[in-house]
């Protein structure tokens, strides 16, 4: 599988700008139960979104590239066997390329911005 240039992470507003204060995202409650960050790519995305975060106001979409975290981002099995970017560290802010606001409808469905590619 060939890595994609970005990896995408839905998280409450509260936790990101608490994240930008520390200068760190060490992740929402199930990624620190986990014990890594979950991310999607691009085309896992809007699954993600519709199945975890239907009908949550406040979120943020953030954009980070992959290739700069090195051997700590994993692609493991998940959801259907499909290979999802876990992240085994905290992730420092400056990583983030683009993020915006996300009120998740109900059903979930929702648009993304341009940049997610």
């Known amino acids: 599988m060939a890595t994609p240039e970005f990896i995408y992470k839905v998280a ?7 994240s930008l204060a520390a200068g760190r995202f060490v992740g929402e409650p199930i990624d620190l139960k986990d014990g890594y960050i979950h991310f999607s790519s691009a085309p896992q995305l809007g699954e993600t979104i519709r199945l975890y975060f ?17 051997e700590a981002l994993k692609w493991e099995a998940s959801r259907g066997g499909d290979l999802f970017p876990h992240l085994f560290a905290s992730l420092p802010m400056s990583a983030v390329s683009n993020m ?3 009120d998740v409808p109900a059903d979930g469905l929702v648009s993304l911005p341009d940049w997610v590619k």
């Open 54 to 70: 239907a009908g949550l106001g406040d979120q943020v979409l953030f954009q980070v590239p992959a290739a700069p975290l090195g």
């Open 12 to 18: 409450s507003r509260e936790i990101y700008e608490a």
């Open 100 to 102: 915006t606001r996300l």
